[in-house]
Structure formats: structure tokens, C-alpha cells
């Protein structure tokens, strides 16, 4: 949907298609311009060759897997920052081995 992309043909060499997404829509500058479908300014070919649900279709496909991957780095990053924390608290009460705890303040 976002790239472009080549049609093949026979002998004739290929069409080169804009993406679904990015492609020129008309001259915005005329007062009776009007903004073109991707059919209009690409062609039926084009058109039929990029079909937005299959692409739509592979895209709910994937979210999943996206959350999936985005719980495990989310847990994995605060797992090594609490571990980060527990070294650190671990190495500053090893530097003061008999230092009073700090006074808490009454509630």
C-alpha cells in the first residue's frame, strides 16, 4: 500500500504503478480541478493488481504477533531497569556498611 510497484507484462516490459497510498490525486491549483481516485490516475490495471483488503487482511494478520512482541520487549526493558535498580541499591549498601537508615518523616 505504501510503495510502489511493477507490473509485468508480456513482451512489452513493465507498468510502473504509484502506491495506494502516495500517488498524484490532480492539480490542486485549478478551481474546477477535482481530486482523482487511484483508478482514475493510475489505471484499472493498477487498481485490480493491488487490492487494499488482502493488504488489510495481512495487516490484522500481523497485529498479534505486533503485541505479542511489544509485551515481551515492554517486560524484558523493565525486568534489566529493576535489576539495574537492585544492583545499584546493593553496591550503595556495600559502600556504607554502617550507616543508619535515613529517618522517615511522621505521617
Given at each position: 500500500?505504501?510503495?510502489?510497484?511493477?507490473?509485468?507484462?508480456?513482451?512489452?516490459?513493465?507498468?510502473?504503478?504509484?502506491?495506494?497510498?502516495?500517488?498524484?490525486?490532480?492539480?490542486?491549483?485549478?478551481?474546477?480541478?477535482?481530486?482523482?481516485?487511484?483508478e482514475?490516475?493510475?489505471?484499472?490495471?493498477?487498481a485490480?493488481?493491488?487490492?487494499?483488503?488482502?493488504?488489510?487482511?495481512?495487516?490484522?494478520?500481523?497485529?498479534?504477533?505486533?503485541?505479542?512482541?511489544?509485551?515481551?520487549?515492554?517486560?524484558?526493558?523493565?525486568?534489566?531497569?529493576?535489576?539495574?535498580?537492585?544492583?545499584?541499591?546493593?553496591?550503595?549498601?556495600?559502600?556504607?556498611?554502617?550507616?543508619?537508615?535515613?529517618?522517615?518523616?511522621?505521617?
Open positions: 500500500m505504501f510503495a510502489p510497484f511493477n507490473i509485468k507484462r508480456d513482451a512489452n516490459g513493465s507498468i510502473e504503478c504509484a502506491s495506494r497510498v502516495f500517488y498524484d490525486d490532480g492539480d490542486d491549483s485549478g478551481r474546477k480541478s477535482r481530486k482523482q481516485t487511484y482514475e490516475a493510475e489505471g484499472i490495471r493498477c485490480v493488481d493491488r487490492d487494499p483488503a488482502d493488504m488489510l487482511g495481512l495487516l490484522l494478520l500481523s497485529l498479534p504477533f505486533a503485541a505479542v512482541g511489544i509485551f515481551q520487549y515492554t517486560s524484558g526493558a523493565l525486568t534489566l531497569a529493576l535489576r539495574h535498580h537492585g544492583d545499584e541499591l546493593a553496591h550503595l549498601k556495600s559502600e556504607r556498611p554502617n550507616a543508619e537508615p535515613a529517618e522517615t518523616p511522621p505521617a
